[in-house]
DNA sequence: AACACGCCCTGCGCGC
DNA sequence: TGCGCGCAGGGCGTGT
């Protein structure tokens, strides 16, 4: 499910509902998430503490706590929250519920259970193995033309799954990686070291405009993504090749294929991308 | 050592 | 209607 933009707009629309608020009271459901969840630690990091901000890093969000920790969370594949009444009843999938001092739960509902909920020292993102190896953000300063082609620089591999590897740019995941070589005109099995210094910038660009257009159109949502409001995102219907196999592509008028790379559906436009 | 693969898990849509 | 299969937005351990 959530890729950059998406987990971006559930940090937009949480941070309103978290921001200012104390946490009273914190609850287990389930601890069986990527990694285990540590209740003991999660309580003594949380309860009591008030909430001082919410960031994302790549398709983490970081809860900035009062005191010396941070939560660090991931959406997996299935991850949404919820604002809930304190004390109604859980749903299926509920599995950490934060009470906040307005009366209202924050739940963390996971059906595959890919995600995380864990508790970090604050400062320890540079160096916690689940953070420190992410490449830099694509809407940031420290990603370009330059940082791509040190990272593709004697790659073998193709440009699609380049982009999806969270240490070379981080937050770009299989939809987003298909929509922006599409808006690039670059075709997925093209090996990285092969593009020019032309098609390396004309790739950021296309990174850059989709990701931001994907964030203001509250992301894309083809099942079940729904933000903290419980708003599902408008991208979807601006996808130009995912999820599009043999559709015409609206550029060119070819079919839409769908191949596999390393494991994962790739959509591209024979017409429009080589 | 840079890759691809298979697995973690649940749910859903499809074909029969 | 029911059942089995394939597939799904991610990430990580393992093997080549």
């Known amino acids: ?31 069986r998430l990527r990694a285990p969840v540590d209740a003991r630690a999660l309580r003594r990091a949380a309860a009591g503490k008030h909430i001082l901000g919410l960031r994302r890093r790549a398709k983490y969000l970081l809860v900035d706590l009062e005191g010396e920790k941070i939560l660090l969370m991931h959406l997996g594949m299935t991850g949404r929250f919820r604002i809930v009444r304190a004390g109604s009843r859980d749903q299926v999938h509920d599995h950490v519920a934060l009470a906040l001092d307005d009366g209202n739960e924050v739940r963390y509902n996971d059906a595959r259970r890919f995600g995380l909920v864990q508790v970090l020292a604050r400062g320890e993102e ?28 004697a790659r073998r591999r193709p440009i699609k799954t380049l982009l999806t590897d969270a240490t070379v740019v981080a937050g770009i995941g299989n939809i987003y990686a298909c929509e922006v070589l599409h808006a690039a005109g670059i075709h997925p099995g093209r090996t990285a070291s092969s593009l ?26 083809l099942r079940d993504f729904v933000d903290a409001g419980g708003e599902a995102g408008q991208y979807g219907e601006k996808l130009r090749v995912y999820g599009r196999e043999s559709e015409p592509c609206e550029t060119c008028g070819r079919r839409v294929r769908r191949i596999v790379q390393a494991g994962r559906s790739t959509f591209y436009c024979p017409g429009c991308q080589h």
Not at 7 to 13: I, P
Not at 126 to 149: K, M, N, S, Y
Not at 213 to 219: D, N, P, Q
């Open 1 to 31: 499910m959530p890729e950059l933009p998406e987990v971006e707009r559930v940090r937009l629309t949480l941070l309103p509902l978290l921001a200012g608020r104390r946490i009273e009271k914190v609850r287990v459901a389930e601890t």
């Open 126 to 153: 540079a160096i916690h193995p689940r953070l420190r190896d992410l490449g830099p953000e694509p809407l940031g300063a420290g990603f370009g033309p330059a940082t791509l082609a040190t990272s593709a620089r």
């Open 196 to 221: 020019s210094p032309r098609r390396r910038e004309r790739l950021v660009a296309s990174i850059r405009s989709l990701l931001q257009e994907a964030i203001a159109f509250g992301g894309t949502t």
